[in-house]
């Protein structure tokens, strides 16, 4: 049954996950939203994405004509990037640089031992790696032309190997593009219906290894995520909504299906940004501005720090790959509600990275799965509610607690809730760890933050990682299991444009910086035209990388405005000395600083949603009681449904907060209040 409202009001956000794909459906006038999740479809993700809208169309009773925006997180670039399961795909580089991609940088990731480690797999093996005759000075200047009949060769090489994809990186091209733009158009002549990536196009700054690994990663991604692009419009045609397709980038913005499917790199973070976004929406709304995510899903857990705003880095990394574009610091583990726990040769207990994933799933879904994994652990220990999904998925307590008894318990001589408690503290640790990464090792205190827990998992797991940092203060949202998908109605449309400089230290003459600046600057705002972003809803931003003379590497700061003058040069440098001393301990204020790369963001704010409608006022008792095992022995616990409880609620712990998209477990000692935004404000203990 649909409705004769306002057509133009709907916008529907989907963020497909390993284990759950999670669908929220927002009238943008009323502010109302419904939310579903529904299982990932592994073999055909664009099939979860059709089903999940189809059911919250029909929960909402609304028609598929009314939605205006589709928002996707998808992770099918990070999954064929972890998988090593892209395309076969080719690159042509400049005559004499064919094994950048397998020199690559002469470090060994932390963690690996120095002399067992193997150097992993490159995407494209160098047998698909190609030469021409052409050559740049860093300057821009030609030093050798480019030969076009070395392209033509390559051409006619790639078609013999059977490549799906070509990516083009000349040494210096970001100083000057012509050489690769000629050399792309050639090879797409010679090479019809096969994509051809340019890094002036992915990534036009210096540093040839990164540079090409993010050009090739590209292009190694491309054939599946533009099939995918192509299955979900598709999927949306046929449902009946004719909405653009967003998808999020890993820099916390979105871009239109055809910019994903052409820079595919670029969403390969897409779902956990989406949660950030989400995050800092909550958190500013809610009068807290500093915030540590932690997003739990099935798989892994995603960890960022937001003070004020999400921290970008040009230094992130996905699976074995640097990749150097924009994007929001996020560091991922392999922990999450599926990761399954086993016994070592050693007789250690460890718990994942390895997942049970959606299929078969935990044990207690009673898939198959006959691994324990934490969320078996925590049924067992009396945390979880006998069912998920308000009842769509049905806990088996005696499976969960076989499994745990006969693979961990026996072989470590430990009781049944001994065991499933060291396979929550496992995981534990590792989130903590995981948290250190993103606040001690960048200067940062966890204590002066609030402890923001997301996902399936994460408010269940969020009061004893609390403790282990010492933190005194949990925000747990409205919908925590829906999060990311939330996190795309608050994304802004984005786009980054860089450029290498190079201003040899001392940087006294701003004239080069003023043009550089300016022409960013130019294709930022003529990419806000072309996106219909009205004049009101553009916003540009100027950042810029600075390095201390004799420095191998930058630092990104803000730069101040949109005017590159003297005065906006000494401000910017004063805030690369007070970043760098937050994150080393130390400024050289007497060494000169090196303008290295500039970036200009355009970021188009779309149309937010009316603020949804406050809890009413009042506090309701909890619903049933639980019996829990506590660390002091079995106890009954309340049990409060989160909808059911208004605005200034009181709950004190122990206790277990039941919804549809996740459960929160209080410690004993915890004090939670409901606040006028539905977020329930935990005081630790």
Known sequence: MTDDRDPDSLSI?????????????????????????????????????????????????????????????????????????????????????????EIGRHDIPRHENLYAWVKPRRPIPPEHVLEARERLAADGSVVTPLDEDDVRAAAAEFRRLGVQAVAVCF??????????QRAGAILAEELPGIPVTLSTEVLPVFREYERSMATALNAYVMPAVATYVRRVEDRLLAGGISAPLLLMK??????????????????????????????????????????????????????????????????????????????????????????????????????????????????????????????????VLGRLPPSLLDGSIRLDLDAAARAIETRIAKPLGLSLQDAARGIVAVADNAMAGAIRVVSVQRGHDPQDFALFPFGGAGPLQAGAIARLLGMTRILVPARPGVLSAEGLLAAPLRNEFARTVMLRAPVTDVAPLTSAFG????????????????????????????????????????????????????????????????????????????????????????????????????????????????????????????????VGAVLRGP?????????????????????????????VG
């Open 519 to 646: 022409a960013l600057d130019a294709e930022a705002a003529a990419w806000l035209v072309a996106e219909s972003v009205p004049e009101a809803a553009r916003e540009i931003r100027w950042r810029v990388g600075m390095r201390y003379q004799h420095q191998g590497f930058e630092l990104y700061v803000d730069w101040p405005g949109r005017v590159a003058d003297a005065a906006a040069l000494a401000a910017a440098v004063e805030r690369f000395h007070a970043h760098h001393e937050q994150l080393y301990t130390f400024a050289q204020r007497d060494t000169p600083v090196e303008i290295v790369t500039l970036e200009v963001t355009a970021l188009g704010t779309l149309p937010g949603p009316a603020a949804e409608a406050a809890p009413p006022a009042g506090e309701i008792g909890p619903a049933a009681t639980a019996l829990v095992h506590l660390e002091s022995g079995p106890a009954q616990v309340p049990v409060w449904r989160r909808d059911s409880l208004g």
């Open 171 to 180: 040494l210096h091209a970001y100083a000057d593009p012509r050489h690769e």
């Open 655 to 683: 206790g277990i907060v039941v919804q549809m998209d996740a459960t929160t477990w209080l410690h004993e000692g915890d004090v939670a209040t409901l606040d006028a935004f539905g977020n329930l404000v935990v005081e």
């Open 13 to 101: 956000a989907v963020d497909a996950g390993g284990t759950f794909t999670d669908i929220v459906l927002v009238d943008r006038d009323s502010g109302q939203r419904w939310q579903a999740k529904v299982p990932s479809t592994p073999a055909d993700r664009s099939q979860a994405f059709a089903d999940g809208i189809a059911r919250i169309l029909a929960q909402a009773g609304r028609a598929a004509a009314q939605v205006t925006h589709v928002l996707h997180g998808t992770t099918v670039a990070t999954n064929a990037i972890l998988e090593h399961k892209g395309t076969q795909a080719g690159l042509l580089t400049t005559q004499g640089l064919r094994h950048v991609l």
């Open 250 to 379: 890993s820099s916390g913005g979105v871009i239109r299906g055809e910019g994903a499917a052409k820079q595919p790199v670029q969403t390969a973070l897409s779902g956990p940004a989406a949660g950030v976004v989400g995050a800092r929406a909550v958190g500013l709304r809610a009068g807290h501005p500093r915030l540590i995510t932690l997003d739990v899903g099935g798989t892994s857990a995603d960890i960022s720090l937001i003070d004020g705003e999400p921290r970008l880095t040009s230094e992130g990394r996905v699976g074995d790959w640097p990749l150097t574009l924009p994007l929001i610091d996020i560091h991922t583990i392999g922990a999450g509600g599926g990761s399954i726990a086993r016994v070592s040769p050693e007789g250690a207990l460890l718990v994942g990275p390895e997942s049970a994933g959606a299929d078969p799933g935990p044990v207690a879904y009673g898939r198959g799965g006959e691994a324990p994994t934490l969320t078996d652990a925590n049924l």
